[in-house]
Each structure stands twice: as structure tokens, then as C-alpha cells.
């Protein structure tokens, strides 16, 4: 171990003789540039690496094996380690610190399977073995995956937020009470269902070696604490899978029924060889395209079907119907039994609407018997991943109502006859004063009689036209005319379960980070991304409309712990009242009476929500970027719940009325809440917090 510039470099590649190292399986040795992704992973091109990549074959990886360092005695505070690859379990892809022979820590590549990797610096805190001695194991046991290592040193400062990985589902990035995979790369919740007594979360997955993107499956008896099963839905020969929904076949109308259990039917897009825009796994079964293939294959609408009870899924790959474009995608299925039909909403991607350049769509499809579908409807300007809810109007069952969501989340209150949606502006934006204080802008003029469908006269402030004598097109020119914000940060692909008991609607959506930091988050993580708390849903009326509201669901309170709380507090300008929190991991609720007060700051473990009287805004600042939540609603006082996980924050304004996710990244939370007032006085109606014991 040599010294240079204070540090003390236990490895680099560029004068390491590796030749009477330890090493099994033959898979790492150094490479000089150039080299295939050399200009890629590593900042200086002219440096060497180690790495089980290998370079004699373009795409996909063969050998497989571990590596190990000679002993190096701990003299500095930090291990710095440059890494790269993708997020696995480190004793399948990663590296393994062992100190007195015993394994204590570990670490990953960043980067999502799909992805080149990139060589990083990640570190780990060896504070605690001064003087003992340690080695390093460099292991890649996956035939389509490789690891990259640049040069390791001691140091006295960690070139980045620390790691520590060695305990799987306790990694210090980890999420304790949110849904997350036990490695790889996870987004968007499809096809999520209800049955015997278990809720079923299938999501799209991309792991190391699993061909592409799949449906990964997880369960649970109380929506807080998720078992992954494996996959529901995997990519194989015949494609990938992307986005779709869940129908319970209680009815059996399908004949798929084989024994007591109803069939679950998985509405998904199959995604055939050679069609998906990503460059596929390599090292998978699936043939090679490179990116931006010409006249790709198209997705098409597929389902698979279990007859198990929702445990295992059988692939049926022939397309329902043909598909107008090739990225076309997301189907949200279901029997429509006023009608006697199937339905899907299927999302038709805009990008390749010759017709319409630029726009996107709703198309609503029909079938009597699931083999001959009928295009009846197109909805212009509405994006990815529809859902229907159908909820009653303040908890009255004589007072049903269907909810249209889009992909970010965004509703509408409509109806539908079995053919066509209609939409009712009058349901969420009553007046012009509401249309001013939620949309900044006047209310879209109505639309002249002459020349409109029924239908559409109260859809849209454009021209609808009939395609033929079926096919009904709406032209939204604004969908914030009738669709609601409700939610902010990041916050996508929401899914509801079906089938779900006592009629409750339950909402759970990817928390999805933003692209400008989605490879250095969880650092040295094996996973990526989590999902949000799951949400109870209700529609009330309110003075402004009818309003969606949503709530962490009830079973998050049995995790409740020990308590604080506070009442009735006067809040003077810097004065701020501050508490010890009980734990990092937190659910609490504030109640302030905000006075003559022109900012009303909470800060919980360390994240800050800034009410502002000049904005009328709920403020959340990121280090990239500010959140800026709208707070029409607000008059004499606010009402916020907040939930701290490891590396999640989330906000509830109002019962619900307005909610806000977002990631937040420290090495150590610091323990605190705090509440203050400035420019003016306020009072604290009420503080309470417990801690989460998951």
C-alpha cells in the first residue's frame, strides 16, 4: 500500500500486479484503453480499471467469479472506492469489505440494468476498525452482468454519502416502511389486485440477467410489510412487459376458471423482440436491436391469466386487437356490465400521430365476446396509464361516481354509457373564481351546439368531430380544464388495487425520482426507486367542487410507537418551538392557526415544508429544485400529516386534499421537529408525532 497526497491507496489499477492475488473463476482482470464503454464509465480515458467485463464479446458476459486484495491494515477513517455496474446484491455483483475476517460491509454499482455503467466513488465508514486489518471481494456471479473497479484508498474524508450495505433489507438507504425490491430497478405498480386475503403488487422490474423489463410481484396481509414472490409476468423470447391493470374474473366469463378460484386476468403490454426504444439486456435471451431500430415492431395489448389465486401467471401473447402506432401501450381493462362489454382504455403515443402531430390519446375500446374489439372512442391529450375508479360521492351508495386518472395522477369526474366518456366540468371547477385561483386562467368559453356530439358538448373547449360513423374524437385543448391536480413531487403511475375488501380504494404510485440524479441516489444500494405510502381514496363534496382526496392507509398506525406531543402554543417571529423527535422514522400531524403570519416553516427530522402567505403556496425545497404545492384552500389555519421514511418524505394538506412525495438523501437524520412563524405571530393548535416501528 503506497501513500499519495495523504491518502493511502490501498489498489489502482494502473500499477497493481494482480497476478498472486486470490481469484476463482477467472473473471476480472485489468484492461488498458481503449476499451467498449471505456469513454463511458470513467472520467480520465487513459486510465486502467479493473473488471469482469469481458471485452471479447460485444454484448453479454460469460465468465463469472470473485477476487480478493491482500490484506491492508486500516489507518484512515474512510474507504474510498471507485465502483461501477449495476444495483445487485453485492456477494452476486459488488464488493465486500471483511475486517478480522468477518464481512462488514458492502457495496453495489449504481446504475439501473439497463444502463451503461459508470465508475463512481463510494465510501464506506471504517472509523470504528482503526488499526485492524481487512481485505476487499470483488465478486461477479452473473453471466450478463459485469463490475468495474477504479482505484481504492484510505482517507480521512469520504468522497461520498456513505454506505452501508451488509445486511439485506437494512441497508442505511433503505426505505423501512415502503415498498422497495430486494435489488434492481423498480417503477411503475400495474396490475395490482385484491384475493384471499392478500394484496398483490405487480410492478415493472429490470433486473441484472431477467431479459428486460418484467412484471415483478409482491404481497401483503396489511399493505405495509411486502414479500417478493418473484415474477409475475417475466420477459422471455416472446418480449418484455410494460404497463397495464388487473381484472378479478369473478363470473368466469373468460372460461379460464380451472378449480374453486376466480381467474385473475393481467391486462399488459407486450413489448416483442426488436420493439422496445431501450438497447435490450445484455446478455439475454432476447435478439439485440440497437436504439432507435426503423420500423420496430410494434406493442401490442396481451393479457396473462392465473388460475391459482393470483399467485402464478400463464402468458397469452396474441394481440386483442391491432394497434394503430408502434408505441402504443397501457391498457386499463375491466367487464362493463351496464353495457355487457369488455373495455380497455388504451394509451396511443402521440409522438407517431401523423394526423395529429404532438398529441397523445385515451382510445376506448369494445368487445362483446374479447375477440372482436371496436375502437368507439378517442380522448386527445390525456397521457399514459388511465385508470377508472368507480366511488361513491361522501361514502352514499346511492351516489356513485366514476374517476378518470391519468398517469401522474390527475382526475376527472365522468360517465360513461358503455361506448363513450363524458366529462363534467361542473364537478370540480363550479365558477370562474375557482378556475382563476387553481388554473391561473379563465374558464374555457362552452362549446357551440352546432356541429357537436351530446357527448362532447361537455368535454372540451375545441371541436370534436366523429371519425366515421363510430369512432368519437375529442379534441381537449386544455386538460387542466377538467382534470385536477392533486398531486406533487414525484409522483407516478398510479394503480389502484382491484377486487379490494369493504370497498375500500387503495392507490399506490411509483415515487419516481428525477433523471438529473436517478444514478446517484441510494447510493451503493443494490435497489432502486420505491413506491409510495399506499393511500385510501375518497370523494367528497367540498365549497370548491367535488374533490379526490387521499390518506395513508390505517393499517400504517399499528406501526405507531412512542408519542409527543403538543398543544395551544403561541409561535412568535424567532422564537420556533422545537422538539426532540422520537425516531427517524415518523408519522406526525401539525395544526397551526397561522395569525397575521407571512411563512409558517415545519421542519421534520431534518426536511422543511414552508407555508408562504405572498404565494399561497406549500413550499418543499430539494437541493435540485423547489416543489411548489398550491393552497387555494388554506383560510385561517394549516393542517398537515407527515410521513419520514430513511429517504422519503411525504405530505398530506388537508385531509388529503393535496398530497406531495418526495426523496431526500443524508448520511444521518437529524432528530428534531420544529415549527416556527415569521413576519407575524401564529399559534400551534396542535403537534403530534410517533415514532414508526415497522
Known amino acids: 500500500m503506497t501513500s499519495m497526497l495523504g491518502a493511502q491507496v490501498v489498489f489502482d489499477p494502473a500499477s497493481a500486479d494482480i497476478s498472486s492475488w486470490e481469484q476463482t473463476g477467472g473473471a476480472f482482470h485489468i484492461v488498458q484503453p481503449p476499451l467498449p464503454y471505456h469513454d463511458e464509465i470513467i472520467e480520465d480515458e487513459t486510465h486502467p480499471v479493473l473488471t469482469s467485463f469481458d471485452e471479447g464479446i460485444e454484448i453479454g458476459e460469460t465468465a463469472t467469479g470473485s477476487i480478493t486484495t491482500p490484506p491492508f491494515k486500516i489507518t484512515k477513517d474512510y474507504l474510498n472506492v471507485r465502483i461501477g455496474g449495476p444495483r445487485r446484491f453485492a456477494e452476486h455483483l459488488g464488493a465486500q469489505l471483511f475486517v478480522d475476517g468477518k464481512l462488514v460491509n458492502a457495496m453495489s454499482g449504481r446504475d439501473r440494468a439497463s444502463?451503461?455503467?459508470?465508475?463512481?466513488?463510494?465510501?464506506?465508514?471504517?472509523?470504528?476498525?482503526?488499526?485492524?486489518?481487512?481485505?476487499?471481494?470483488?465478486?461477479?456471479?452473473?453471466?450478463?452482468?459485469a463490475l468495474w473497479i477504479g482505484c481504492i484508498a484510505l482517507e480521512n474524508e469520504p468522497k461520498s454519502l456513505l454506505v452501508d450495505a451488509a445486511e439485506h433489507g437494512k441497508e442505511n438507504f433503505r426505505p423501512r416502511f415502503h415498498h422497495t425490491t430486494p435489488e434492481g430497478y423498480m417503477h411503475d405498480p400495474n396490475g395490482l389486485f385484491y384475493m384471499d386475503g392478500l394484496w398483490h403488487m405487480p410492478f415493472q422490474y429490470n433486473l441484472v440477467g431477467a431479459n428486460g423489463v418484467n412484471w415483478g410481484h409482491s404481497v401483503s396481509k396489511d399493505l405495509i410489510h411486502w414479500e417478493y414472490i418473484g415474477f409475475a409476468i417475466p420477459a422471455d423470447e416472446r418480449g418484455m412487459s410494460w404497463a397495464g391493470s388487473a381484472w378479478v374474473d369473478h363470473d368466469n366469463r373468460l372460461g379460464f376458471q380451472t378449480g374453486e378460484k376466480s381467474p385473475v386476468i393481467l391486462f399488459h403490454t407486450l413489448c416483442p423482440p426488436g420493439s422496445s426504444s431501450w438497447e435490450n439486456q445484455p446478455g439475454g435471451v432476447l435478439p439485440y436491436e440497437p436504439r432507435g431500430r426503423p420500423n420496430p415492431p410494434p406493442f401490442v395489448c396481451a393479457i396473462a391469466v392465473s388460475t391459482d389465486g393470483g399467485m402464478t401467471f400463464e402468458k397469452h401473447t396474441d394481440a386483442l386487437f391491432e394497434p394503430e402506432f408502434s408505441y402504443d401501450r397501457d391498457p386499463h381493462g375491466f367487464w362493463h356490465e351496464p353495457s355487457q362489454s369488455w373495455v380497455i382504455l388504451w394509451h396511443v403515443a402521440g409522438r407517431e400521430n401523423k394526423n395529429i402531430p404532438g398529441q397523445t390519446c385515451f382510445a376506448v375500446y369494445v368487445s362483446k365476446d374479447f375477440k372482436n374489439w371496436r375502437l368507439t372512442q378517442k380522448l386527445y391529450s390525456l397521457w399514459e396509464e388511465p385508470n377508472l375508479l368507480t366511488m361513491y360521492l361522501d361514502g352514499d351508495k346511492n351516489k356513485p361516481r366514476l374517476v378518470m386518472i391519468e398517469g401522474k395522477g390527475n382526475y376527472a369526474i365522468c360517465t360513461f354509457d358503455g361506448e363513450h366518456f363524458t366529462f363534467d366540468p361542473k364537478a370540480v371547477y363550479p365558477n370562474d373564481e375557482i378556475y382563476k385561483r387553481e388554473l391561473g386562467e379563465k374558464k374555457p368559453a362552452a362549446?357551440?351546439?352546432?356541429?357537436?356530439?351530446?357527448?362532447a358538448e361537455l368535454t372540451q373547449g375545441g371541436r370534436a368531430a366523429a371519425q366515421g360513423s363510430q369512432v368519437q374524437e375529442i379534441k381537449i385543448d386544455n386538460v387542466s380544464d377538467f382534470f385536477y391536480p392533486q398531486s406533487y413531487g414525484e409522483y407516478y403511475a398510479t394503480g389502484t388495487f382491484t377486487n379490494a375488501p369493504d370497498g375500500r380504494t387503495v392507490e399506490i404510485a411509483w415515487c419516481a425520482t428525477s433523471k438529473a440524479i436517478w444514478r446517484d441516489i441510494f447510493i451503493g444500494m443494490p435497489f432502486m426507486h420505491q413506491m409510495t405510502i399506499p393511500m385510501e381514496l375518497s370523494l367528497k363534496t367540498t365549497p370548491e367542487g367535488v374533490r379526490l382526496f387521499h390518506?395513508?392507509?390505517?393499517?400504517?398506525?399499528?406501526?405507531?410507537?412512542?408519542?409527543?406531543?403538543?398543544?395551544?402554543?403561541?409561535?412568535?417571529?424567532?422564537?420556533?418551538?422545537?422538539?426532540?423527535?422520537?425516531?427517524?422514522?415518523?408519522d406526525c400531524r401539525a395544526v397551526v392557526q397561522?395569525?397575521?403570519?407571512?411563512?409558517?416553516?415545519?421542519?421534520?427530522?431534518?426536511?422543511r415544508i414552508v407555508w408562504s402567505r405572498a404565494d399561497n403556496m406549500f413550499l418543499y425545497t430539494h437541493p435540485l429544485r423547489t416543489v411548489r404545492v398550491p393552497a387555494p384552500f388554506v383560510k385561517d389555519e394549516i393542517d398537515l400529516r407527515i410521513l419520514v421514511d430513511k429517504t422519503l418524505f411525504e405530505a398530506f394538506f388537508h385531509d388529503g386534499i393535496r398530497h406531495l412525495h418526495h426523496h431526500f438523501f443524508v448520511n444521518e437524520i437529524p432528530r428534531s421537529i420544529k415549527v416556527e412563524a415569521r413576519g407575524g405571530k401564529a399559534r400551534l393548535?396542535?403537534?403530534e408525532a410517533w415514532a414508526i416501528n415497522p
Open 551 to 586: 390518506w395513508p392507509v390505517k393499517e400504517l398506525e399499528g406501526l405507531r410507537g412512542e408519542k409527543i406531543s403538543v398543544k395551544g402554543k403561541a409561535l412568535k417571529p424567532g422564537s420556533p418551538l422545537e422538539l426532540k423527535s422520537p425516531s427517524e422514522l415518523l
Open 115 to 145: 444502463m451503461r455503467p459508470q465508475l463512481r466513488d463510494t465510501a464506506w465508514d471504517v472509523r470504528g476498525h482503526r488499526g485492524k486489518t481487512a481485505f476487499i471481494r470483488f465478486n461477479d456471479f452473473n453471466r450478463s452482468g
Open 685 to 687: 393548535k396542535l403537534l
Open 447 to 455: 362549446p357551440e351546439a352546432a356541429g357537436y356530439q351530446p357527448d
Open 594 to 607: 397561522i395569525g397575521d403570519a407571512q411563512e409558517i416553516l415545519i421542519t421534520v427530522n431534518g426536511q
